[in-house]
Each structure stands twice: as structure tokens, then as C-alpha cells.
């Protein structure tokens, strides 16, 4: 054994013929995640308006409030439909429904509200409408001491599924195709 110091040996490998093959595959995994990149954000964009189309539609605010956006490699559909006066949030009332029957007014103790409330202020008897929904619908300002709860037949984004999945799958068919198509 010597103890010389040793030479690093050093190894070429070239391709003769086949240069622009080669250079197609080094080129090729980024090619790839270009094109699903962009497939998920043409899959959330076909989602987002098939989603719309499938939500109840009694404003629109829900259809409106439903965006794709894209999140890393994926896309992320989300739906807000929030009331302006009493902001609630009702997309899960309008997927899976409310969990009572009929809905009456309660205190913030969970006790049924008095329906009339007479208190002097100043001299003077005030009543106050307390115990009421009050609501607009169909043109006429509604005053009822409780509402039948919305029950849906099924969940409205369970229906839009099945379309979505084959927007999925012709989009992912298409990428392919144009890997494919480059890879030659």
C-alpha cells in the first residue's frame, strides 16, 4: 500500500447520436409539472362553475361566494355566503340543513324569548318587538314567532361531484396526451 496521495479518477459518459433525445429528457420533469400544475388550476376553475351551477339559489350570494384558488400544486374550492345583516355564514345550512324542525328565537342562554316586552323609558312606554325573526322574503317584511327549519334532499355538492370527476378525467387525458406529444 502506498500512502502517496491518489488521483480522483474521473468518468465522462456522452451520448453519440441521440443528443436531442437526451436533452428532451432532462428537460422532460419540469415539462411534467408545468402541465399538472396547470391542469389542477383548469380542473379548480371547471369545479368553481360547476359548483355554481349546482347551489341552491335564493340570492346567488352562495353561487357568487363560491372561488377556486390555487394553493401550491393544488387547488382549494371554498364557499362563503355570509348574510350582510346578521353575518351568518349559511353554506353548511344549505348542505346539510338545520338541526331543528322549526327555529323560535332564544335568549343567549338558550331560553325561548318573550314575544312582547313593555318597558318605561322616561315616562313613556316603549314596546319592543323582541321574540320575533324578522325578515324580508318575496317583497313583504315577515314578523313570525318561529320557521320551519330548511331540510335540503341531499347534499348539493354531492351532486356536482360526478361532473367534476369527468372534468378531472378529460383534463388529466389531455395533459397526457400533450406529455406524449412532447416526449416524442
Known sequence: MSHLPRRDE???AGTSG???RANAARNVS???TRSMAQSARNVGSDAELIYQEH???RTGRLARGIKARAVGDQVVVSAVAVDPKTQFDYVDVTRFGHRKAIIVPV???GRPRKTLTIARVAGQF???SGGRLVFTSRGRLWRLFSVRGFRPTGDWTDRATPEIQIAAD???AKTGNQITAAWR
Do not use: D, L, Y
Open 18 to 20: 441521440a443528443g436531442n
Open 30 to 32: 419540469a415539462a411534467v
Open 10 to 12: 474521473r468518468f465522462t
Open 170 to 172: 378529460t383534463e388529466m
Open 55 to 57: 347551489a341552491p339559489r
Open 126 to 128: 316603549v314596546s319592543r
Open 107 to 109: 335568549t343567549k342562554r
